[in-house]
């Protein structure tokens, strides 16, 4: 098998899916191709994201979608495909894709990112068919998971080096990014009495209650230059949620 493969119910092999042949050249950093997402739809078709090259011969890259016995899914159309690296992907109710994705070429030569040879940046939508929708590219994010709002808003969490919005951005329903005072500060990566070169803030995952309160997870020391030490839970407004207090039991002092 190579990257992807589906089990029975018993942990054996099953062997009516079709492993995908993801081998061949030499992508960014990362010599071997190697699968990072995986999502089922309602529909048993099968969308598959990480850093591997043109399936089968075909052009494009990083992303596709089989059909549920693994052979590819020809009306699923990527063209180029994308150079970026697929770290999350998520559906809107309507089918809507969204994807979440890194930055991958080397750091001596870095890259924009495409599209289908549309400029994008670390999040952009697609329709059903794959065609390009929406490239939010206000911030960014280095982005590892979506998560899904109550209000069908989506979360990104990931790593930044950005101004604002530092390591978590909102998604609107139209793919814009959704202006918050609470997130222009976002998370910092600058321990107290720390003089080296500050870090970039990463959260590297999240989940959200079902009142709308986003617990998140990461390499942060600060939110808002509030003490978070690494565990946080913010209402739905991206406040600090003060009754969730740990104290300073992530703190690694320098």
Not at 66 to 76: P, Q, V
Not at 117 to 124: E, M
Not at 156 to 178: A, D
Not at 195 to 211: A, F, H, L, R, Y
């Amino acid at each position: 098998v190579n990257c992807l493969l589906r089990l029975n119910p018993d942990g054996s092999l099953d062997t009516s899916f079709t492993c995908p042949e993801l081998v061949g050249e030499y992508i960014g950093r990362c010599a071997n191709p190697k699968v990072t997402a995986v999502l089922v739809q309602p529909d048993g078709k099968i969308l598959v994201g990480g850093i591997f090259p043109p399936y089968n011969g075909a052009p494009s890259r990083n992303l596709i979608r089989l059909n549920s016995d693994g052979t590819i899914d020809n009306t699923f159309v990527t063209g180029t495909g994308t150079n970026a690296g697929i770290n999350a992907i998520s559906l809107r109710a309507n089918g809507n894709i969204l994807i979440s994705a890194s930055n991958v070429s080397p750091p001596n030569s870095f890259q924009p990112l495409v599209y289908n040879t549309y400029n994008v940046n670390t999040f952009f939508e697609l329709g059903s068919k794959g065609n390009l929708l929406h490239r939010e590219k206000s911030s960014r994010v280095d982005g590892k998971k979506i998560l899904r709002r109550p209000d069908g808003k989506f979360n990104i969490i990931g790593e930044s080096r950005s101004p604002y919005h530092r390591g978590l951005k909102t998604i609107n329903n139209n793919g814009t990014l959704s202006i918050n005072t609470n997130l222009f500060g976002g998370f910092d990566n600058k321990p107290i009495g720390w003089s080296g070169q500050i870090q970039p803030s990463s959260c590297q995952d999240g989940v959200i209650q079902s009142d709308g309160k986003i617990i998140l997870v990461g390499d942060f020391d600060k939110y808002n230059d509030i003490l978070a030490d690494g565990l946080i839970r913010l209402n739905s407004d991206y406040s600090i949620d003060t009754s969730f207090n740990i104290g300073q039991s992530f703190a690694y002092k320098y």
